[in-house]
T-cell receptor
Framework: ETGVTQTPRHLVMGMTNKKSLKCEQH?????MYWYKQSAKKPLELMFV???????ENNSVPSRFSPECPNSSHLFLHLHTLQPEDSALYLC????????????????FGQGTRLTVV | DAKTTQPNSMESNEEEPVHLPCNHS???????IHWYRQLPSQGPEYVIH???SNVNNRMASLAIAEDRKSSTLILHRATLRDAAVYYC???????FGQGTELSVKP
């Protein structure tokens, strides 16, 4: 248990569906991250939020829409996904100013295993 | 993009020390060196981080070269539960490379 909780753990969705992934942390962290991990590939940083403001968008397609209503919650809204979007989606949080201040550790959730059919 | 270089895989025997190398030749003076590991079917887990001096914690030790262009993660006594992919990360962005897949033989 890392203190970062992701739901659901598994999700199967059709290409025309709309779904959302949820991440929450009650560690008092102000930076939150979304990563994508495809099979046998390194983690790809998607988005970074710091104090609810998006500070990094790593050229992610618009069919992925993040939302950070407060420092404890992070969502990833999904719509019209493609089969190649099937992957493990990981959320992380850290203290400090996010990417600019990494004299700290990041805590990761267990991930949501997404399958697009 | 990831700026570190690690071997793709390493093997170790149980209860023996393991030295996992990492090259980060483009590191700047303020970049921290972080190590994470990812066990099968789990999210990454923090291992250790440092700036200039060697660091120790309950999980591992981090030896940083004097010129800071390389570092070594040391697991003092490998266990089967240490089998994972180990990632060395340089700098202010938590960007993951390919990592080193460590296998531990009983």
């Amino acid at each position: 248990e890392t203190g970062v909780t992701q739901t659901p753990r598994h999700l199967v969705m059709g290409m025309t569906n709309k779904k959302s992934l949820k991440c929450e942390q009650h560690l008092g962290h102000n930076a939150m991250y979304w990563y994508k991990q495809s099979a046998k590939k390194p983690l790809e940083l998607m988005f970074v939020y710091n104090f609810k403001e998006q500070t990094e968008n790593n050229s992610v397609p618009s069919r992925f829409s993040p939302e950070c209503p407060n420092s404890s919650h992070l969502f990833l809204h999904l719509h019209t996904l493609q089969p190649e979007d099937s992957a493990l989606y990981l959320c992380a949080s850290s203290q400090g100013e996010g990417l600019l201040d990494l004299n700290t550790e990041a805590f990761f959730g267990q991930g949501t295993r997404l399958t697009v059919v | 993009d990831a700026k570190t270089t690690q071997p793709n895989s390493m093997e170790s025997n149980e209860e023996e020390p393991v030295h996992l190398p990492c090259n980060h030749s483009t590191i700047s003076g303020t970049d921290y060196i972080h190590w994470y590991r990812q066990l099968p079917s789990q999210g990454p887990e923090y291992v250790i981080h440092g700036l200039t001096s060697n660091v120790n914690n309950r999980m591992a030790s981090l030896a940083i070269a004097e010129d800071r262009k390389s570092s070594t993660l040391i697991l003092h006594r490998a266990t089967l539960r240490d089998a994972a992919v180990y990632y060395c990360i340089q700098g202010g962005k938590l960007i993951f490379g390919q990592g080193t897949e460590l296998s531990v033989k009983p």
